[in-house]
């Protein structure tokens, strides 16, 4: 399968971020505006630097960025990563649905 611009370790890198509830909270929490790590830290049960670490990862994987702003640091999400792992999952889906429809169409045949 080909998707257009994301690479192997670009894929691996997405979903590994994504695949820890806190990062995809983390993520969901900057979509709608910025954050602070601070403010962030402040959601979970965890250290500050716990979270900077999980703000790292998904840094990497490039679902967010951060901006320095004084002394803090500003996280906001990459919508256009977001969206190719959108593209990533719904050529999955196609591939599913035609595998399905092909079972389907073999179980009506007449034996």
Do not use: N
């Not at 370790?9 to 601070?38: P, W, Y």
């Amino acid at each position: 399968m080909v998707v257009h611009e994301v690479t192997d370790a670009e894929i691996d890198r997405i979903f590994q971020a994504l695949a820890d509830a806190t990062r995809r909270d983390i993520v969901s929490r900057v979509l709608v505006v910025g954050q602070s790590v601070t403010s962030l830290s402040e959601h979970y049960d965890m250290s500050f630097a716990a979270v900077q670490k999980h703000v790292t990862v998904l840094e990497r994987a490039l679902l967010v960025t951060k901006e320095r702003r004084g002394r803090e640091q500003l996280v906001h999400s990459r919508i256009d990563t977001i969206g190719r792992a959108q593209t990533l999952l719904t050529a999955f889906e196609q591939i599913w649905a035609q595998r399905a429809r092909r079972i389907d169409d073999i179980l009506a045949e007449d034996p």
